[in-house]
C-alpha cells in the first residue's frame, strides 16, 4: 500500500461525497432483503458508471431479483461476483459495488484507484476471479490491520489516489473516462469523487474579528500526525506535543495545516487535543486559530472555549472508533 494503515483513517476522513448515503442506504435494504430490485440495481450501477446504464436496463425485475440473489446468498465464492457479471451492463467493478454494499462479508470495490493506491501501477486488461479474489484478501486483511470496515477503507483508497495519482507525462491528477462517476467532474473509469482536496491556496477569508489567517502553501501536510490526532479523538484522549512529534521545531505548522482542514471540513478543531505535558493545556496557537476560523465565541474565556472544543471533538469522533465514517 503507498499509505501507511495508520493512516487510513485520516485519508477516510478527506473523502466527501453526498451521494453514499442513498447507494448504502439500498445495499442496508438489499442485503436484509436478500437481493435488489431492479430499481436499487440501476441506482447502483448509475453511481458506479453512468455509461453502463442504458446496458443495465436491458435487465428485467426477476433477472436482477434471481441474479442478485445468487450472488448474496451462495457459499461459493467464484459464483458470488460471477453470478453478478450474467447481467447485463455489469462487469467485475460494478459486480463489486453490489457485492460491497449489500453483502453480510466484506467486500471491496475494485476500480484503478484503488488498485494504484495499493501499489498497482495499471488494472489488468480483463479482471479474472484470480485477481479478484487476490485483491479481496489483500483489502480484507489491510482494512483488519487498519481497524476499520471496509466501507471506510475504499474512502481511503480512493481519496488517496484521488490527491496523489498524477499523470505519467504530467504531474496533474489522472483524469477519468468520463464524467461524473462516482459523481462530479474529477473523472474516473468507474470510481467516486469527491470535493477538491482541502489543501488550501492563498489566504481565507478574514474572520468575524477581521483577522486574515496567514497564506498556507507554505504549511507543510503531515498526514502521519494528522491520522494520529484522528486516532487519539477516537479513543477520547488528549495528547502532549512531544507525544505527537519528537521533533517539535515544526509542530505548529504541522497543526496549522490540520487546524485548517478541518474547518474547511466542516468538522470541530482537532488541534485542540494537543497540550503541553507540564499543565495539559494547549498552547497558544489553538487559540489564535480558532480566533482566524471563527470558532471562538464572544465572551468565552480561553479555557472555556478549550473545553468546548475538546468535548465536540471527542464527541464527533469517539463514535467511529466502532461504526464508520459518516
Known sequence: MRFSTSEVMYWAARYA??????????????RNRGWFTRDEFLTVARWKSPRSQRRCEENDDSMVKA?????????????????LTRLHGVQFPTASVLLHLAHRDPYPIIDFR???SLGVEAPPAAYSFAFWWAY???CRTLAH????????????LWQFSKERQVRASSKSPVPRAGETERNTGDVVSEGGAARPPSGVQGSLRPTAEGTPMPRSHKYPQRPDIHARLIETAMRGQLITYSALVPNRRKVGDYLYRIAKEEHAAGRPPLTALVVHKADSKPGPGFLEAAKWVGYWRVGESEDEVWRRAVQEVHAYWRPKLTDDLE
Do not use: K, N
Open 17 to 30: 461525497y453526498a451521494d453514499d448515503a442513498e447507494v448504502e442506504a439500498i445495499g442496508e435494504a438489499a
Open 67 to 83: 441474479i442478485t440473489h445468487l450472488a448474496l446468498s451462495t457459499a461459493d465464492e467464484p459464483e458470488r461476483i460471477e453470478a
Open 114 to 116: 484503488a488498485l494504484w
Open 136 to 138: 479481496t484478501q489483500a
Open 145 to 156: 490491520d487498519a481497524g476499520v470496515r471496509m466501507r471506510t477503507f475504499d474512502r481511503a
